[in-house]
């Protein structure tokens, strides 16, 4: 190992984990350099963090002139750039959404939304999906089902959570529709078994399941859920951490589908890479939540908000380009599923996209997986896998991405398929 990794190895608790060895040591757009000069694609984008690319010289701007006035608030007084990315965000966010606090973390935001849920209906059921990623506090970890792994050694976790399917059609070999009937069938069959439409405050769902597998649900699916939290009084809380932010080609996922969540949680790209995140509801809907009952020191730092204010400007003139470059890449990615048998399926929206590899019985191949990974990397283009059988290539570089970049990369992915497919 290098003496940079060795610090690591040293110094940093095992639990966090790094997808490569590799030092990077300046960005810029969707481009890496690492400490010899090497260059990368970076196709990760921090996990749909870096939507603007890396070191956006309008955000860096706006970042240099807030840390010259002030830093940091802390709720102990009021101040400019905590309420101007508010209203930044109420300019773009789904209606009936009119409200923003701020917290520091995606987990952050789900923890306080599920509170705000419970508070104002006085119900404590949580419906969740599985396959579902929503972060990895003790809180949000009970409503995380991605894989297994994040629950392990953690039990008991908060009860009142009720665990629900997805559809899946790839992995259940099913169409969309009868893998969306299949999915409602089990719901209603759990609100006559398990838990009353009563008890439930809240349905919690990715309108895209994200560590999951990069699902899009079904526009029935989504539909006939907001129908049913309607008919029995229950929130629907969209979590757009992942897909927020132009990723999907839209500014929301669930802008694709026409359903107004009654509440939404914002993080990843909402700062660029700064530490922020968001809750917005109703204005009559955080009417019903008592002051203090809920807070965050760090939430809102001065400087990501500043940072977010910009962040709004610059993906505005992105989401207009980001459908023709999502139908670009996966016109390209749909070439490579048709010419190599280790792609089981190409899906996804805007530049959300999965490309989830198979074995020859057309099982999750982990294997392929890694060796595609390190593949890839040496030729010069960075990828953070999901799916719970860690055997999906996210396809997720910032929004700044050019259509020749797109090419460049599937074309490192072609590569490393045929290498790997020529030693099998």
């Not at 294997?367 to 283009?381: I, M, P, Y």
Request: glycine share 10%; charged share 20%; proline share 6%.
């Amino acid at each position: 190992m290098s003496d940079f990794v060795d610090r690591f190895t040293n110094t940093v608790a095992p639990v966090i984990a790094f997808d490569n060895n590799v030092e990077i040591v300046k960005a810029q757009g969707a481009r890496l350099t690492d400490r010899s000069g090497k260059t990368y694609l970076d196709f990760g984008a921090g996990i749909s963090v870096t939507n603007c690319g890396h070191n956006h010289p309008q955000i860096v701007e706006a970042v240099h002139r807030q840390v010259d006035r002030l830093w940091h608030g802390g709720g102990t007084f009021r101040f400019d750039a905590y309420v101007s990315a508010a209203e930044k965000l109420v300019s773009v966010a789904p209606a009936p959404i009119d409200m923003f606090f701020f917290m520091s973390s995606g987990a952050e935001a789900v923890e306080a939304a599920v509170k705000l849920a419970r508070h104002t209906t006085g119900r404590q059921g949580v419906v969740v999906f599985r396959g579902g990623f929503h972060g990895r506090t003790m809180g949000a970890v009970s409503y995380t089902t991605s894989t297994v792994k994040y629950r392990t050694g953690y039990h008991p976790l908060l009860p009142s959570v009720f665990v629900t399917p997805f559809p899946h059609p790839f992995r259940q070999g099913l169409t969309e529709e009868e893998a969306t009937s299949r999915a409602l069938d089990e719901f209603q069959q759990m609100l006559r078994h398990v838990v009353a439409p009563e008890d439930i405050a809240c349905f919690l769902i990715e309108p895209v399941q994200g560590e999951g597998g990069y699902y899009p649900a079904p526009l029935r699916f989504l539909r006939e859920l907001r129908e049913m939290a309607d008919r029995y009084g229950i929130l629907l809380i969209a979590d757009e951490i992942q897909t927020g932010f132009g990723r999907t080609g839209e500014w929301w996922a669930v802008d694709h589908y026409g359903v107004e969540p009654d509440i939404l949680t914002l993080g990843k790209a909402i700062a660029n890479g700064l530490p922020l995140s968001a809750v917005g509801a109703s204005r009559d809907l955080f009417g019903k939540w008592p002051p203090g009952s809920h807070g965050s020191t760090y939430g809102g730092n001065a400087v990501a908000c500043a940072a977010a204010v910009q962040v709004v400007d610059v993906i505005s003139g992105l989401v207009p380009q980001v459908p023709a470059l999502g139908e670009h890449a996966m016109s390209q990615l749909r070439k490579i599923n048709d010419s190599h048998p280790t792609v089981g399926d190409v899906r996804g929206l805007g530049l959300m996209i999965a490309i989830e590899l198979t074995d020859d019985e057309g099982q999750p191949d982990s294997g392929a997986l890694e060796f595609v990974r390190k593949h890839v990397l040496e030729a010069g283009l960075i990828f953070h896998p999901c799916g719970p059988a860690h055997n999906i290539v996210r396809f997720i570089p910032p929004l700044v991405v050019t259509v020749a970049e797109l090419d460049e990369a599937v074309g490192m992915i072609d590569d490393a398929l045929t290498a790997w497919e020529a030693s099998h």
